[in-house]
């Protein structure tokens, strides 16, 4: 009785050194990614003169700029900052939407259909996941100019695509998970498939359409790369290309501006996420139900 006492205590003994272990490993994992958005804070502070030469001190004394940096970021040469962020909100609201609507309905149809047809289409667009960009950019580039996409308003349609593969494998998996029942029970009841959707499977999507919602949001506001070869940057910036353009004479870099408007940039992203992560953690585990 007494040594099988001593090996359940040396267990438990054992299972918390682990656990402390593991505790400590991910604090300096954790420490290690905070560093960065730190430094970001600090230097947006400083004065531009200190922040190449001082960058992990404390803006104090005459390093301290104020608000100063966040001020002349927004004011910097003759592109409004006001126009990115409504550029940089109005695209990513946008873009959200429509991959949410148009491949919600597609998985859907694909969950349900589950023809060939279907499921190449399916996999064509999981295997867009793995595709990296710039083996598509400079043709994407093209196309859009020839179709004219190249503006705020109708880029959304380009974030679609490339926003459909990862939306479309998360609600595939969801749909999978709903009994049909439901829906043949709707259907008897007289709707019809855009009925059935909207009034019957979207409302029981919410917590896929969240999470993916929330991913997609992050990627769209911060992107630089597809707005920068897409959009005319001298009548359009987005925040990320307005940031890139803090440019002086013979190419000076305002560093102290620089940080201050990252740091603008990335506040309405951290907030979010704080506040909706726990619906990621609950919509890609719904939907891997049965994906």
Not at 97 to 120: D, E, G, Q
Not at 129 to 157: C, E, G, R
Not at 248 to 260: E, H, I, Q, W
Request: aromatic share 14%; with cysteine.
């Amino acid at each position: 009785m007494s040594q099988t006492k001593n090996k359940r205590l040396e267990s438990l003994q054992a299972e918390k050194r682990r656990k402390t272990v593991l505790s400590v490993v991910l604090a300096v994992i954790c420490i290690i990614y905070v560093l960065p958005v730190l430094s970001v804070v600090i230097n947006s502070f400083k004065q531009n003169t200190f922040v190449k030469t001082d960058t992990f001190a404390l803006p104090t004394g005459e390093m301290w700029a104020g608000f100063d940096n966040f001020i002349k970021g927004m004011i910097f040469g003759n592109y409004p900052f006001l126009n990115s962020v409504l550029y940089s909100l109005f695209i990513t609201i946008v873009s959200t939407a429509l991959i949410l609507l148009f491949t919600s309905m597609a998985a859907w149809y694909i969950a349900r259909v589950n023809s060939v047809v279907c499921k190449i289409f399916y996999f064509l667009c999981v295997f867009s996941m793995v595709v990296p960009f710039q083996m598509v950019m400079y043709p994407l580039s093209k196309t859009a100019d020839s179709l004219h996409l190249n503006t705020p308003w109708t880029i959304p349609i380009v974030y679609l695509g490339f926003g459909a593969g990862l939306a479309i494998f998360m609600f595939v998996g969801f749909v999978k998970s709903i009994p049909i029942e439901i829906e043949e029970a709707a259907s008897i009841d007289g709707c019809g498939p855009l009925r059935t959707y909207f009034k019957v499977v979207f409302p029981m999507l919410r917590p896929t359409m969240i999470s993916v919602g929330i991913l997609e949001i992050m990627w769209v506001w911060n992107d630089y790369l597809l707005p920068y070869l897409v959009l005319d940057i001298n009548e359009y910036r987005t925040i990320p290309i307005h940031i890139q353009y803090l440019k002086g004479s013979y190419g000076t870099v305002d560093l102290g501006a620089t940080m201050a408007l990252i740091l603008l940039s990335i506040i309405p992203v951290i907030v979010f996420y704080l506040i909706c992560q726990k619906y990621i953690i609950k919509g890609v585990a719904a939907g891997a139900v049965k994906g």
